[in-house]
């Protein structure tokens, strides 16, 4: 109609809010069990403990690992480090995986087809974000697990399960290093703890329908 309509440069489409996946602690055991090559099993079962991001776990170093205090030194995204805790079963775990390889920089050194030791004789690195997605998503078709499942997943799992714990939304916010308290309030919604408390008043309100 040949009419300027400046209005339209400021009309935005109401943002939309998508759930993600979370798997219950039984389904991340499960799949996890199923990671056949050790490497991406422990790299990703360290992924699930301490809440991080793919390439967080995928690049802790040996130094990292503060047994003293029991925290992993996690470098986040944006060059913001922060600590997370490190569970007592997987301390053990970790020493005990680290003797397979030991090397001096890398906790998750990338296995290659010439091996692991060709691999640490030529500092070939920590493993590949691509190789622990192929070897999750290996894991998750082979588990017959109907949601639908990345790395990431693992992370948000996490949140949940220590939402549903009882932790508070602060300090989940400080372990996930999460800028706003708003992005760790996702987690309100997921937990089936926080569902289950509406049960009985949901109940209440059909009764005598």
Same mark, same amino acid.
């Given at each position: 109609?040949?009419?300027? @309509?400046?209005?339209?440069?400021?009309?935005?489409?109401?943002?939309?809010?998508?759930?993600?996946? +979370?798997?219950?602690?039984?389904?991340? #055991?499960?799949?996890?069990?199923?990671?056949?090559? %050790? +490497?991406?099993?422990?790299?990703?079962?360290?992924?699930? =403990?301490?809440?991080?991001?793919?390439?967080?776990?995928?690049?802790?170093?040996?130094?990292?690992?503060?047994?003293?205090?029991?925290?992993? /030194?996690?470098?986040?995204?944006?060059?913001?480090?922060?600590?997370? *805790?490190?569970? $007592?079963?997987?301390?053990?775990?970790?020493?005990?995986? @680290?003797? &397979? /390889?030991?090397?001096?920089?890398?906790?998750? *050194?990338? *296995?290659?087809?010439?091996?692991?030791? /060709?691999?640490? =004789?030529?500092?070939?690195? *920590?493993?590949? #974000?691509?190789?622990?997605?192929? $070897?999750?998503?290996? =894991? @998750? #078709?082979?588990?017959?697990?109907?949601?639908?499942?990345?790395?990431?997943?693992?992370?948000?799992?996490?949140?949940? /399960?220590?939402?549903?714990?009882? +932790?508070?939304? %602060?300090?989940?916010?400080?372990?996930?290093?999460?800028?706003?308290?708003? &992005?760790?309030?996702?987690?309100?919604?997921?937990?089936?703890? +926080?569902?289950? &408390?509406? &049960?009985?008043?949901?109940?209440?309100?059909?009764?005598?329908?």
């Amino acid at each position: 109609m040949h009419q300027p @309509w400046p209005t339209l440069r400021f009309v935005r489409p109401a943002p939309s809010t998508r759930l993600p996946s +979370v798997l219950s602690r039984d389904e991340v #055991r499960q799949v996890l069990a199923l990671v056949r090559i %050790r +490497v991406y099993r422990e790299c990703l079962t360290t992924i699930y =403990a301490g809440g991080l991001r793919l390439l967080e776990g995928a690049r802790l170093r040996v130094a990292d690992i503060d047994s003293g205090r029991m925290v992993l /030194h996690v470098h986040g995204k944006g060059n913001r480090d922060r600590y997370v *805790p490190l569970p $007592a079963p997987l301390l053990p775990r970790l020493r005990d995986y @680290w003797r &397979t /390889h030991r090397s001096r920089e890398w906790l998750f *050194p990338a *296995p290659t087809r010439r091996g692991l030791q /060709h691999s640490l =004789a030529h500092q070939g690195g *920590p493993v590949t #974000r691509s190789s622990l997605q192929s $070897a999750f998503r290996r =894991a @998750w #078709r082979k588990s017959g697990i109907a949601k639908r499942a990345s790395v990431h997943t693992l992370r948000h799992s996490y949140g949940t /399960h220590l939402h549903e714990a009882g +932790v508070s939304l %602060r300090v989940i916010q400080e372990i996930l290093g999460h800028r706003s308290v708003r &992005t760790t309030q996702i987690y309100t919604h997921l937990t089936s703890a +926080v569902r289950a &408390t509406l &049960t009985d008043p949901l109940n209440d309100l059909m009764s005598g329908l």
